[in-house]
């Protein structure tokens, strides 16, 4: 197939750089450059390499397309559809995975890396490809859209990521009356970074007041309650994350985990504060354990029945298991989001929100957490459940919502 790439396509892909970045606006052929940069360098010599985006959808329904597009046929000995995993007649592998549970990228070694739509997911799985290529002096590349000041922004200006930077128009094959209507429709902030690659600050934000100084060391102290919420999942991560509330309201964080497939009794025994090693092979022990806990804070899917676990609810289990003092918080989600703003700021400028720096997860969600593209102005939208910053989001948010309602106090 005979390819023609755009003026920075062409620089990306023939950038040599160890570490570098496509970063463009939407359909500027961010994920078509990040293919054939891999194509390349998966013909030229026997390697292993990993394709990462942010959700498995996005793997099967973007990047595997494309690959099936400008893979030449002669060159592929199978691919396999269970482990999402392709092999070359020349001895490449390359392997495809979602960004969804990063610890499953560990114990690989890569020779190189894509990671398409970077901007969107969590900086650790940067960090946990970054650490699968250090051995081999391996390759990494980035292709995305901007999306506010986060971690790759960073990179991009400590110049740790050689970048090409691409408005949608590069791409000759869109129509600039598209872009213009465009234009004419979103905000402009919004509409620099889409469509003109623009890193603009805490576009979409919804906790764009959460800064530093919401960050500081948090001692556990017995004295004060303590809580637990929970977000729970199966294949989408189950979120806990420990907290404590001041007299004067002040809440602070100080233990947290996030992890996929973690099963009722693990997370029973995990409350409990025993040593437990989790399904992505990390070891964790909870700081202070349930019975030194007012009680657990979740929302109303806890209580549905689930199907991996035999029709038994969440709640049910936890029971079973010795975890009582379980509080179900409903409620609008709007106004949840209202009252963590009014905590990480006030209107009077008092910030009553606080995490300690080891959080990193629950650090990177507050500001990751985004409302979905293109609905700037439409105030009654809900953040984009987009499976990376939502599960945090959510545990965080019944436990505001429960404090405010019962002003502090635990009714049992
Ligand atoms: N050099 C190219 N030659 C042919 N088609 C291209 C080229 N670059 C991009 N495209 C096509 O343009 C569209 C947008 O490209 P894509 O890489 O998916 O954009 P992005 O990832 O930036 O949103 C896709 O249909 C893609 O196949
Ligand atoms: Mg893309």
Redesign the pocket.
């Known amino acids: 197939m005979h390819l023609s790439l755009s003026d920075k396509q062409r620089e990306f892909v023939s950038n040599k750089s160890r570490f570098s970045g496509f970063v463009g606006g939407v359909r500027s052929g ?2 078509f450059a990040g293919t054939v940069k891999c194509i390349r360098h998966a013909l030229r010599k026997r390697s292993v390499g990993a394709v990462v985006a942010p959700t498995y959808p996005m793997i099967r329904d ?1 990047i595997l397309p494309l690959w099936r597009l400008l893979l030449p046929k002669k060159a592929v000995k199978k691919f396999s559809q269970t482990q999402n995993k392709l092999w070359l007649r020349n001895g490449s592998v390359i392997l495809f995975r979602s960004a969804e549970i990063p610890e499953r990228l560990y114990g690989l070694t890569l020779d190189y890396f894509h990671l ?2 970077a901007a969107i997911v969590d900086r650790k799985t940067w960090d946990t490809l970054y650490s699968r290529i250090i051995s081999t002096k391996g390759l990494g590349f980035i ?1 995305t859209t901007p999306n506010g000041h986060n971690w790759v922004w960073e990179l991009v200006s400590n110049n740790i990521l050689t970048s090409v930077f691409a408005k949608t128009l590069d791409n000759p094959l869109i129509d600039p009356e598209e872009v213009e209507n465009a234009k004419k429709m979103l905000d402009p902030k919004f509409f620099r970074q889409q469509y003109e690659a623009s890193f603009e600050a805490y576009l979409g934000q919804v906790y764009d007041d959460f800064c530093d100084t919401n960050i500081r060391p948090i001692t556990p102290d017995a004295t004060l309650p303590i809580y637990v919420c929970a977000d729970f999942g199966w294949r989408n991560p189950t979120a806990l994350l420990w907290a404590q509330q001041r007299p004067d309201g002040t809440v602070e964080f100080f233990d947290e985990i996030v992890e996929s497939y973690m099963t009722p009794e693990m997370i029973c025994a995990i409350l409990k504060s025993e040593k437990v090693i989790l399904p992505s092979g990390k070891r964790f022990q909870a700081k202070v354990a349930f019975d030194e806990i007012d009680g657990l804070v979740t929302g109303f899917e806890a209580t549905q029945s689930r199907q991996e676990s035999g029709g038994f609810a969440m709640v049910d289990q936890l029971r079973r298991n010795g975890i009582d003092r379980i509080r179900i918080v409903g409620g609008s989600i709007v106004r949840g989001i209202f009252l963590v703003r009014a905590k990480i700021l006030s209107a009077s400028n008092k910030q009553k929100l606080f995490l300690d720096p080891s959080l990193k997860r629950l650090i990177a969600d507050f500001r990751g957490y985004h409302y979905p593209e293109g609905v700037i102005g439409k105030s009654s939208e809900l953040p984009e459940k987009d499976g990376v910053h939502d599960h945090t989001m959510d545990a965080m948010r019944y436990l505001i919502t429960m404090l405010d309602r019962d002003g502090g106090k635990w009714i049992v």
């Open positions: 961010k994920s973007v398409d739509e292709t």
